[in-house]
Every structure is written in structure tokens, then in C-alpha cells.
């Protein structure tokens, strides 16, 4: 089992940098991929980042890209992001979530354990 517990959320300005992070429990954290998801009140959640295992390979939204950053830290059990150029549509409640497959994803339904959520609220 694994347990996952998201932090760092807040309210920010736009254009503002917010980081977030995801401690893990479970000595398996470091051969599991990684994600990152979120949901805005009356919408669905939706993915925006994703890492594998050994962090080589990432993946992202297009609407996040260059923007957000998704890394890994095995030796803390940790899995963070870091969000610049905020905009008040990355509002939303961010998830973290893990599978017990290495490699990225960007489906939710493909993800075995998810965190309570950090909720972020960026205003104009």
C-alpha cells in the first residue's frame, strides 16, 4: 500500500511561482510513475504532468508546458511541482497520483493510488 500526501498549495497572484509536493510512504514510491492531476469545481479531473520512475522521461499538458515542472526526489520519497507564470485557470484542487508501472502516463484511470489533494487558487 501506499500513501500519498500532497502539500505546498495556496493563494497566489497570476504570474506568481507555487511549488508543490507529494511525500510518499512505502519503500516502492521509487519504481512506481508518478503524476500530477487536477479539478476545477464543475469540471472534470484532468491530467498535467507525469514522470517515470527514475525521473528520465516526463510528459505534460500542452497548456502547462514550459510553465510547470515535474520532478522526483527517490531518496525523500518526494515527487514535486513547480508552477510559474501562474494564470488564473490553474486554479483547482491538484492530485498527486501513483502507479505500480514504471513508465508515464497520462491517464487517470491507469494510476493505483491517489493523495487527498492541495487546493491552488490563482487570482487576477
Known amino acids: 500500500q501506499v500513501q500519498l500526501v500532497e502539500s505546498g498549495g495556496g493563494l497566489v497572484q497570476a504570474g506568481d511561482s507555487l511549488r508543490l509536493s507529494c511525500a510518499a510512504s512505502g519503500r516502492t514510491f521509487s519504481s512506481f510513475a508518478m503524476g500530477w492531476f487536477r479539478q476545477a469545481p464543475g469540471k472534470e479531473r484532468e491530467f498535467v504532468a507525469t514522470i517515470n520512475w527514475i525521473g528520465s522521461s516526463t510528459d505534460y499538458k500542452d497548456s502547462v508546458k514550459g510553465r510547470f515542472t515535474i520532478s522526483r526526489d527517490n531518496a525523500k520519497n518526494t515527487l514535486y511541482l513547480l508552477m510559474s507564470s501562474l494564470k488564473p485557470e490553474d486554479t483547482a484542487m491538484y492530485y498527486c497520483?501513483?502507479?505500480?508501472?514504471?513508465?508515464?502516463?497520462?491517464?487517470?484511470?491507469?494510476?493505483?493510488?491517489w493523495g487527498q489533494g492541495t487546493q491552488v487558487t490563482v487570482s487576477s
Open positions: 497520483a501513483a502507479r505500480r508501472v514504471s513508465r508515464t502516463e497520462t491517464v487517470a484511470n491507469a494510476y493505483d493510488y
